[in-house]
């Protein structure tokens, strides 16, 4: 069987993955498809509901996060950001371990940037998919009128 390296990838290197610094130690962070199921469990069980917050909070904060301007909700996603990807990276711990962890310092803001760049990148969107055709099985597929009328006598 080949590995990934073989064909001269390196797990280290893509552009999905990254090293954020927590108390003074590197922790990976990485966004899959996993990722996603870990930020639902943490959001209430609706990733599709994460991202539209996920955009509406950095539209009004014009890409400005600060620890002043950040409301509960805004906490939210970046708690279930955060922990989807720690996780994802490795990181074997509970929400609450980790959101204890974490605490409220100035590490938050740093994890959350390093996060926010990768997810930014990665971040499906369906904007992207409408403007595809492919893949097809996505797509609103135009119903053919299969209904069989009876012509009416013209009078």
């Not at 990838?9 to 990722?35: A, H, W, Y």
């Not at 904060?61 to 600060?66: A, D, E, P």
């Amino acid at each position: 069987m080949a590995k990934l390296s073989d064909y001269g990838f390196q797990i280290s290197d893509l552009e999905n993955t990254s090293m954020c610094t927590i108390r003074g130690k590197e922790f990976p962070v990485s966004f899959t498809m996993e990722t996603m199921e870990y930020i639902a469990d943490i959001y209430g069980g609706d990733y599709a509901q994460f991202e539209a917050d996920m955009n509406v909070m950095l539209e009004k904060s014009n890409g400005r996060i600060t620890l002043a301007n950040l409301t509960a909700s805004d906490l939210k996603i970046m708690r279930s950001l955060i922990y989807g990807m720690l996780k994802t990276g490795g990181l074997d711990e509970s929400s609450e371990t980790i959101f204890k962890f974490l605490g409220m310092g100035k590490d938050v803001l740093t994890v959350y940037a390093t996060c926010m760049e990768i997810f930014t990148h990665q971040a499906f969107q369906v904007e992207d998919l409408k403007k595809s055709k492919k893949p097809q099985d996505f797509q609103k597929q135009k119903r053919k009128n299969k209904r069989n009328y009876k012509k009416t006598p013209k009078r």
